[in-house]
DNA sequence: ATGGTGGCTGGGCCA
C-alpha cells in the first residue's frame, strides 16, 4: 500500500498534473492539501475516472483538505473529533483506508513568531494531539501526514542562519509537534533516512529549487504498528520541476499488506 | 536587474 501527501497549492490550477502524478505513479491513497476549492467544487468525477474514491473539505479559496483511496474510504470526519473546540477552517480530513485511519493536515503556517496565527499554530497543534486521545490508541493503525509547516528539526532547512527566530523551526512549534508524536507516532522520512539537506518545499521566489533553498515540512507521521509494516519512504523532488509545479512536492510510504 | 513567484482575485494579502 503507497500512500502519499501533496500540498497541491490550488487543486484547480493544478489538477492536471496531479493527473498525471497519480496516473504515472498509481497511489493507494493520496491525501492533498490547499486546493482551495469550496466544498462542491472538488473535481470528485475526475478521480472516479482513474478508479478513486475521494472526499473533501472545502471552505472556498483558501485552505482545503482532500483524501481520494482506491482501497477504500469510510468513517469520513472533516475537523477534529468531537468535543474538541471545532477549527473554524478545513484544515483536517480523516478517513480509514485500507484498515489505516489517515488524516490529511494543514498545519497553518503561523506567519510570524507571536503572531496570532502563530498562537492559531499552536492550539492547532494541541488540538491534533487532543483528537488523537479523544480516539486513538498508540496500537491503532493511524497516518496523520501532510503539510506541518514545521521543519522538525536543523537538518530539515536549507541554511538554519537564515531561521532565526523564524517560524517552521521555533522551539515552541517544535515541541508542539513532539507532543503530537508522543500520542505513540514517528516521522516515518527519519525512519529511513538520517541526512539533512532533503526538502519537500521550496519557495517560489528567488530560484530556491535551484539554488537547494528548501524545508522539509510535509511528512507522515505513524504509529509503531504502521513503522512496523513499513518498508520505504521517498520524496519525489522531481514534482517540482517543469510547467507549473506546486511549491510542494509528493511525499510517499509504502507498507507492507498486515 | 535594488526585484525576484504564484495563488487567490480583480487591489492587495498570503504563502
Redesign the pocket.
Known amino acids: 500500500m503507497l500512500i502519499a501527501t501533496w500540498n497541491v497549492?490550488?487543486l484547480?490550477?493544478r489538477l492536471s498534473r496531479v493527473q498525471a502524478w497519480v496516473e504515472e505513479v498509481q497511489p493507494d491513497v493520496l491525501c492533498m492539501q490547499e486546493t482551495?476549492l469550496a466544498q462542491e467544487k472538488f473535481p470528485h468525477d475526475a478521480f472516479t475516472d482513474m478508479g478513486y474514491e475521494s472526499a473533501h473539505f472545502g471552505q472556498?479559496?483558501w485552505n482545503g483538505v482532500a483524501i481520494i483511496s482506491k482501497v477504500g474510504l469510510e468513517n469520513v470526519r472533516p475537523n477534529f473529533a468531537a468535543g474538541i473546540e471545532p477549527d473554524h477552517e478545513a484544515r483536517i480530513l480523516t478517513a480509514t483506508c485500507g484498515g489505516i485511519q489517515i488524516s490529511s493536515c494543514y498545519v497553518?503556517?503561523g506567519?510570524e513568531v507571536d503572531h496570532d496565527?502563530y498562537k492559531y499554530k499552536l492550539s492547532w497543534l494541541q488540538r491534533l494531539r487532543a483528537t488523537l486521545d479523544a480516539t486513538n490508541k498508540p496500537t491503532d493503525n493511524v497516518v496523520v501526514c501532510g503539510d506541518f509547516n514545521i521543519a522538525p528539526d536543523d537538518r530539515d532547512v536549507w541554511d538554519v542562519k537564515q531561521f532565526e527566530n523564524a517560524t517552521h523551526v521555533s522551539v515552541p512549534e517544535r515541541e508542539a509537534l513532539a507532543h503530537v508524536c508522543e500520542f505513540g507516532m514517528e516521522d516515518t522520512f527519519r525512519h529511513f533516512h538520517q541526512e539533512g539537506g532533503i526538502f519537500s518545499w521550496w519557495d517560489?521566489?528567488?530560484g530556491s529549487f535551484y539554488k537547494g533553498h528548501g524545508m522539509r515540512i510535509d511528512y507522515l507521521l505513524a504509529t509503531k504498528p504502521v513503522v512496523d509494516r513499513a518498508t520505504w519512504v521517498g520524496i519525489d523532488r522531481n514534482a517540482r520541476k517543469g510547467e507549473?509545479p506546486s511549491d510542494h512536492v509528493p511525499v510517499m510510504l509504502k507498507v507492507k499488506d498486515a
Open positions: 497549492n490550488s484547480k490550477a482551495k472556498g479559496q497553518p503556517n506567519r496565527h517560489y521566489r528567488g507549473g
